[in-house]
């Protein structure tokens, strides 16, 4: 799916824009998600060394994402930089195409701000008028409270928990699945 790009300001006034993203932003967003990945590896079920995202992988993504109803990528950008992306993944099969899975990372000097709250404002209106799509769900590591927190707030809640799922360093994290209902629309 797609949507029109929405003005924003960050809490301390720095503008920045919300667009769906495109083939040109493919470098930008490899390199916001590689960034992420090695700065916060403790966040992210991909390694460093794992990671093997490609300009064309991920070009195919966003252009598959905008012809499918269920999916969507977004970029917040101040100015040409990316701050911020945000995702939902649908599925192609009729079993599962009532719901998609949301994917969430601000850059670190940008966080705090308000800039994943812009995000998940967007990504979730567009879900709600999504045809058919009547649930988002995630998987957040348990030890994610920043995330949580975020999710929280939008109304997500905790479906499950896949005990130790993780194991990062000599430590077994849990997974939680969250979801949250977008078969009606939104209250004011
Ligand atoms: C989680 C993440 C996306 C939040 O982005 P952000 O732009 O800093 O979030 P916002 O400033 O929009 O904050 C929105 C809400 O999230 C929650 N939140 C964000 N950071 C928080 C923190 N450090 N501690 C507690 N709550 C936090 C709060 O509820 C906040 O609302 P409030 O500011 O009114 O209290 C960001 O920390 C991030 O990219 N983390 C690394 C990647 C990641 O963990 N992605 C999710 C994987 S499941």
Redesign the pocket.
């Known amino acids: 799916m797609r949507v029109p790009p929405t003005k924003h300001r960050t809490?301390d006034g720095r503008p920045f824009t919300i667009r769906c993203a495109a083939r040109a932003d493919a470098g930008k967003l490899l390199d916001h998600s590689r960034t992420?990945i090695s700065a916060?590896p403790e966040?992210?079920v991909t390694e460093r060394e794992e990671f093997d995202w490609t300009v064309e992988a991920v070009t195919r993504f966003y252009e598959a994402a905008a012809a499918h109803e269920g999916s969507l990528g977004l970029v917040a950008l101040e100015g040409d930089e990316i701050i911020?992306e945000a995702s939902l993944r649908g599925s192609r099969r009729a079993k599962l195409r009532h719901v998609s899975e949301l994917?969430?990372?601000?850059?670190?000097d940008?966080?705090?701000?308000?800039?994943?709250?812009?995000?998940l404002g967007v990504l979730l209106d567009a879900a709600r008028a999504a045809h058919g799509l009547r649930k988002v769900t995630?998987?957040?590591?348990a030890d994610?409270?920043?995330?949580i927190?975020?999710y929280?707030?939008f109304g997500f809640v905790i479906e499950g928990c896949r005990k130790g799922q993780v194991r990062i360093g000599d430590e077994y994290v849990d997974d939680l699945l969250m979801a949250l209902d977008v078969s009606h629309p939104s209250q004011p």
């Open positions: 809490a992420l916060e966040r992210h911020g994917g969430v990372g601000v850059r670190a940008r966080r705090r701000c308000g800039v994943a709250r812009a995000l995630l998987r957040v590591f994610n409270a920043p995330a927190a975020l929280e707030s």
